[in-house]
């Protein structure tokens, strides 16, 4: 990788479906970074496992994943794509990471106090120990910048901590990452409350990246607007119609003005079904290289397995740095 350029490191959840709401509030910025930047594109199964998964369905989406993100424009020669289980060396720093970081640390994590309410029944050790992990990844590729939503930030916070005070007593051995939530991104709410984001634990107020047409159009024909009837851009008192307005416009590359003008007079029935129709235009080509990237076993295993060795080599130079320091016997 050319030294110069920053790193981005982001994890993905092999978990269900991706969003519209993904793909315009982050994937295609990431798509347009990436001659500025090396990113490292990881698909996090060991992540995925701290709550009960179904193992079919996870090789399935870990892959299927993969092959979305190619076909959003990713490219898998300007980035490093991979699967976190086929570097191991994310679990051998998770374990000493883990050695450095307190009970009380991991305690205060509010995803953990939330997922832990939402798993009561099987609330495990990974799942407690679940931002160490995610720490490793990112520290391990010293990476600058770190692509997250806002629930995610605590956990880059906690890496930073966890950096810093290794660094501190074993002098520098990690890049201090920063929290990196890009501002082009659009801000897609869900269809059916567009005061919430638009999310695939909503299903009926979301549209994924992989919805056949026919699904598109009946989501978008079912969203919720309002009781008048102008077609005009007012987050306030319109949610609904600016949340459409906000998606016709990534969708086409117009502008408000010129979206607000074309459908003057014209009804919210018209406005909706366009909106749609945008949608199912924009996705088409996303879908369709995605069902021919899943087609070809042989070229994603290319993908993720060259991702793998790029990704070991560059996290070995860490881990053996972090060993050597620790008092760890050279192998
Ligand atoms: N915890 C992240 C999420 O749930 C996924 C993740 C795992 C991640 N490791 C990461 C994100 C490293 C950024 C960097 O979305």
Redesign the pocket.
């Known amino acids: 990788m050319d030294e110069r350029k920053k790193r981005i490191?982001?994890?993905?959840?092999p978990s269900g479906e991706l969003t519209l709401g993904s793909y315009m509030g982050a994937i295609r910025n990431w798509v347009a970074l990436q001659e500025e930047y090396d990113g490292l594109y990881?698909i996090?199964d060991e992540?995925a496992i701290t709550v009960r998964q179904d193992p079919a369905l996870l090789r399935r989406r870990s892959v299927a994943q993969l092959a979305q993100y190619i076909a959003c424009g990713l490219d898998p020669e300007k980035n490093i794509m991979f699967i976190q289980s086929h570097v191991p060396q994310h679990a051998e720093l998770a374990w000493i990471l883990g050695c450095y970081t307190q009970f009380g640390e991991l305690s205060r994590m509010t995803q953990f106090k939330a997922k832990s309410a939402q798993h009561a029944d099987n609330i495990t050790a990974g799942l407690f120990t679940y931002p160490v992990l995610?720490a490793a990844?990112?520290l391990l590729y010293q990476a600058d910048l770190?692509p997250?939503g806002e629930d995610?930030r605590q956990?880059v916070e906690l890496t930073r901590d966890i950096a810093q005070r290794f660094n501190g007593l074993y002098s520098n051995t990690f890049t201090l990452p920063e929290a990196f939530i890009p501002k082009m991104g659009a801000r897609i709410m869900s269809l059916d409350d567009p005061g919430a984001k638009m999310s695939k634990s909503a299903p009926e107020g979301c549209v994924n990246l992989m919805d056949p047409p026919e699904v598109i159009l009946k989501k978008f024909k079912r969203a919720v607007t309002d009781c008048e009837t102008a077609v005009k851009f007012d987050k306030a008192n319109k949610p609904g119609v600016s949340n459409l307005l906000t998606i016709y416009c990534a969708a086409t590359g117009k502008t408000i003005e010129a979206a607000e003008a074309e459908f003057a007079g014209q009804g919210y029935g018209v406005f909706k079904s366009a909106v749609g129709e945008a949608v199912v235009e924009l996705l088409r080509p996303i879908r369709e290289e995605a069902e021919r990237i899943m087609g070809d076993k042989a070229y994603l295993e290319s993908v993720y397995q060259a991702g793998a060795e790029r990704a070991r080599y560059l996290a070995n130079k860490t881990l053996s740095k972090v060993q050597r320091k620790i008092g760890f016997v050279a192998r």
Do not use: L
């Open positions: 490191f982001s994890g993905i959840q990881c996090v992540h995610m990844d990112i770190v997250v995610q956990h």
